[in-house]
């Protein structure tokens, strides 16, 4: 009776084991084919998670926003949306102490060009933005965004994060009735975090702030855009604590850029630009404005700029631009130094540059 015991409690003990098995989470998991269960279902039980070139159905955003804390994900091969006009994003990722990255070769392919039709959001077709990032304490790395329909990365709510090595290959809307509002990142709402070593072109602001605070953009190229912006700023938000670092803006129409709303309230404060290089600007080296959206060039003081540094800034303006426009209300606090901006011939009335900030245009 006893040895008979002992084999149902090794029996017993098996059959629990096997049931356990069943449960414990899996190392990788690989999603080659698009299925929203399969993916949702990943997002619970998988620490690694392969997205291998799949095709996303027209109107769907690659849903990502169930990620566990600790999970990383894995895009490999070329991974397309098929068309139809809609908002999007075309991706929206969403966690805690994630990472995000790309395996080599990879594409993740937005064909833009199915959307472009020179307009952005401002009429024409439906523009689906493509990549809507909110994570913590994470880091998104080494994707490669290939023809955004319209923003590329738009960086929200996001918290102790790091997004580096990212490329916004936008050239083909150069071409035709291209691109437009293909800005590289959107950032708004977020704190401490640092955009680094990423690679854009496009066919907008390499970097637009709106709201947030304790931003790093540090060691970026910027190629075919609006430059390197804040803003534009207004309905009351808050840009605070900005530093630009180490960039290059080529063949842009502007470099360095602040611009506020016209008639609106906020605040921009705390902004540093050093160490940036402008070659081939088009039409503003540095400019900040005041009067943004208003056809009449005349600036309002609700958001006020306050407390800006701008060091080592050198580089090139068309001849048909100008080097440096300034026309803002209600600033203070600014210094620049080292600035070797030259080449633009176009002349402006500049208006409201706070005493001792050591430029003039």
């Keep these: 009776m006893g040895h008979f015991l002992a084999l ?4 017993l003990t098996a059959v629990a084991c096997h049931s356990a098995s069943q449960n414990v989470t899996a190392v990788s998991c690989t999603i080659s084919k698009y299925n929203a269960d399969h993916i949702k279902n990943a997002q619970k039980e998988c620490s690694e998670i392969i997205i291998d ?6 109107g769907v955003s690659l ?8 999970t990383k994900v894995i895009f490999q091969g070329t991974t397309v949306w098929q068309y139809t006009e809609w908002e999007g994003p075309l991706i929206k990722i969403k966690g805690t102490n994630v990472e995000i990255t790309g395996a080599d070769n990879h594409v993740l392919d937005g064909r833009g060009a199915l959307w472009w039709d020179g307009l952005g959001g401002n009429g024409g077709k ?16 080494n994707l490669y965004i ?5 923003n590329a990365v738009s960086v929200n709510g996001c918290i102790d994060s790091v997004i580096e090595y990212i490329t916004v290959d936008d050239k083909d809307g150069d071409k035709n009735k291209g691109g437009h509002n293909t800005d590289a990142f959107n950032v708004n709402s977020c704190n401490n975090i640092t955009i680094q070593h990423c690679t854009v072109y496009n066919q907008d602001d390499c970097m637009a702030m709106n709201s947030g605070q304790n931003t790093y953009f540090l060691n970026n190229y910027c190629s075919g855009g609006h ?4 803003g534009s700023v207004g309905g009351g938000s808050e840009v605070k604590g900005v530093f630009v670092d180490g960039c290059q803006i080529v063949d842009s129409d502007n470099g360095i850029r602040i611009k506020t709303k016209y008639g609106e309230t906020g605040s921009v404060s705390d902004i540093t630009y050093q160490n940036i290089v402008l070659k081939n600007i088009h039409k503003y080296g540095i400019i900040m404005q ?5 056809k009449e060039g005349v600036p309002t003081g609700g958001v006020p700029i306050s407390h800006v540094t701008l060091k080592n800034i050198s580089g090139t303006v068309d001849k048909g631009g100008a080097n440096i426009y300034i026309l ?8 620049f130094s080292d600035i070797n901006v030259t080449g633009g011939e176009k002349k402006v009335s500049c208006k409201g540059i706070p005493a001792g900030t050591g430029v003039s245009c």
């Design 8 to 11: 149902f409690v090794l029996l």
């Design 53 to 58: 070139g799949i095709i996303v159905p027209y």
């Design 63 to 70: 849903d990502l926003t169930g990620l566990q804390p600790g």
């Design 126 to 141: 439906v523009k689906p933005k493509f990549l809507r990032v909110t994570v913590t304490n994470s880091v998104v790395r």
């Design 146 to 150: 290939k023809n955004a329909p319209k």
């Design 227 to 230: 430059g390197i912006s804040i």
């Design 290 to 294: 005041g009067d943004y959206g208003s």
């Design 328 to 335: 803002v209300e209600n600033a203070s606090d600014w210094h």
